[in-house]
Nanobody, 121 residues
Framework: QVQLVESGGGLVQPGGSLRPSCTASGFTFSSYAMSWYRQAPGKERELVAAITSAGISTNYADSVKGRFTISRDNAKNTVYLQMNSLKPEDTAVYYC??????????????WGQGTQVTVSS
Protein backbone atom coordinates (compact mmCIF):
# COMPACT_ATOMS: atom_id res chain seq x y z
CA GLN A 1 0.00 0.00 0.00
CA VAL A 2 1.16 3.48 -0.83
CA GLN A 3 1.30 5.72 2.21
CA LEU A 4 2.48 9.22 2.98
CA VAL A 5 2.22 10.03 6.67
CA GLU A 6 2.83 13.56 7.93
CA SER A 7 3.67 14.38 11.50
CA GLY A 8 5.25 17.17 13.51
CA GLY A 9 2.67 19.89 13.21
CA GLY A 10 1.29 21.65 16.22
CA LEU A 11 0.73 24.96 17.95
CA VAL A 12 3.54 27.49 18.00
CA GLN A 13 3.88 31.18 18.82
CA PRO A 14 4.71 33.74 16.14
CA GLY A 15 8.43 33.72 15.50
CA GLY A 16 8.74 30.10 16.53
CA SER A 17 9.77 27.03 14.56
CA LEU A 18 8.39 23.65 13.60
CA ARG A 19 9.76 20.80 11.50
CA PRO A 20 7.02 18.58 10.11
CA SER A 21 8.07 15.40 8.40
CA CYS A 22 6.48 13.04 5.92
CA THR A 23 7.43 9.39 5.73
CA ALA A 24 6.64 7.36 2.63
CA SER A 25 6.12 3.69 1.99
CA GLY A 26 4.85 1.46 -0.79
CA PHE A 27 6.74 3.08 -3.67
CA THR A 28 10.26 3.96 -4.73
CA PHE A 29 10.65 7.18 -2.80
CA SER A 30 13.96 8.16 -4.41
CA SER A 31 12.29 8.28 -7.85
CA TYR A 32 9.76 10.91 -6.81
CA ALA A 33 9.95 14.64 -6.43
CA MET A 34 8.44 15.73 -3.14
CA SER A 35 6.46 18.81 -2.26
CA TRP A 36 4.75 20.42 0.68
CA TYR A 37 1.40 22.11 0.15
CA ARG A 38 -0.80 23.92 2.62
CA GLN A 39 -4.43 24.84 2.83
CA ALA A 40 -5.86 27.43 5.17
CA PRO A 41 -9.58 27.70 5.94
CA GLY A 42 -11.45 29.25 3.03
CA LYS A 43 -8.41 29.24 0.77
CA GLU A 44 -7.13 27.13 -2.08
CA ARG A 45 -4.40 24.61 -1.53
CA GLU A 46 -1.06 26.18 -2.42
CA LEU A 47 2.42 24.91 -3.12
CA VAL A 48 4.85 25.80 -0.34
CA ALA A 49 8.06 24.03 -1.28
CA ALA A 50 9.33 21.36 -3.64
CA ILE A 51 12.45 19.26 -3.96
CA THR A 52 13.69 17.05 -6.77
CA SER A 53 14.12 13.32 -6.35
CA ALA A 54 17.84 13.52 -5.59
CA GLY A 55 17.48 16.65 -3.48
CA ILE A 56 19.56 18.76 -5.84
CA SER A 57 17.04 21.51 -6.60
CA THR A 58 14.40 23.21 -4.50
CA ASN A 59 11.64 25.74 -5.08
CA TYR A 60 9.66 27.84 -2.62
CA ALA A 61 6.63 30.03 -2.59
CA ASP A 62 7.59 33.69 -2.32
CA SER A 63 5.77 33.94 0.99
CA VAL A 64 8.10 31.44 2.68
CA LYS A 65 11.44 32.09 1.00
CA GLY A 66 14.16 32.62 3.55
CA ARG A 67 12.05 31.11 6.34
CA PHE A 68 11.27 27.55 5.22
CA THR A 69 13.64 24.84 4.05
CA ILE A 70 12.61 21.59 2.41
CA SER A 71 14.94 18.62 2.62
CA ARG A 72 14.80 14.88 2.16
CA ASP A 73 16.54 11.76 3.36
CA ASN A 74 16.06 9.07 0.76
CA ALA A 75 17.57 6.44 3.04
CA LYS A 76 14.73 7.10 5.47
CA ASN A 77 12.03 7.70 2.84
CA THR A 78 11.32 10.99 4.54
CA VAL A 79 10.88 14.61 3.51
CA TYR A 80 11.06 17.48 5.99
CA LEU A 81 9.91 21.07 6.11
CA GLN A 82 11.91 23.25 8.48
CA MET A 83 9.74 26.26 9.26
CA ASN A 84 11.33 29.21 11.03
CA SER A 85 10.08 32.68 11.89
CA LEU A 86 6.52 31.45 11.71
CA LYS A 87 3.72 33.92 11.16
CA PRO A 88 -0.01 33.64 11.87
CA GLU A 89 -0.63 33.53 8.13
CA ASP A 90 1.32 30.27 7.99
CA THR A 91 -1.54 28.60 9.85
CA ALA A 92 -2.87 25.79 7.66
CA VAL A 93 -3.03 22.07 7.17
CA TYR A 94 0.25 21.03 5.58
CA TYR A 95 0.25 18.15 3.11
CA CYS A 96 3.09 16.28 1.49
CA UNK A 97 2.92 15.20 -2.12
CA UNK A 98 5.01 12.74 -4.12
CA UNK A 99 5.07 13.02 -7.90
CA UNK A 100 6.57 10.91 -10.65
CA UNK A 101 6.70 12.67 -13.98
CA UNK A 102 7.91 11.94 -17.48
CA UNK A 103 7.72 15.20 -19.40
CA UNK A 104 5.09 15.20 -22.16
CA UNK A 105 4.26 11.60 -21.38
CA UNK A 106 3.15 10.55 -17.92
CA UNK A 107 2.52 11.75 -14.40
CA UNK A 108 1.06 10.40 -11.20
CA UNK A 109 1.20 11.50 -7.60
CA UNK A 110 0.29 10.61 -4.02
CA TRP A 111 -0.93 12.69 -1.09
CA GLY A 112 -0.60 12.46 2.64
CA GLN A 113 -3.39 13.09 5.12
CA GLY A 114 -2.04 16.41 6.34
CA THR A 115 -0.80 17.82 9.61
CA GLN A 116 -2.18 20.93 11.30
CA VAL A 117 0.12 23.89 11.91
CA THR A 118 -1.27 26.71 14.02
CA VAL A 119 0.69 29.90 14.65
CA SER A 120 -0.90 31.95 17.39
CA SER A 121 -0.23 33.75 20.64
Amino acid sequence: QVQLVESGGGLVQPGGSLRPSCTASGFTFSSYAMSWYRQAPGKERELVAAITSAGISTNYADSVKGRFTISRDNAKNTVYLQMNSLKPEDTAVYYCNAVFKVVFSYEHDYWGQGTQVTVSS
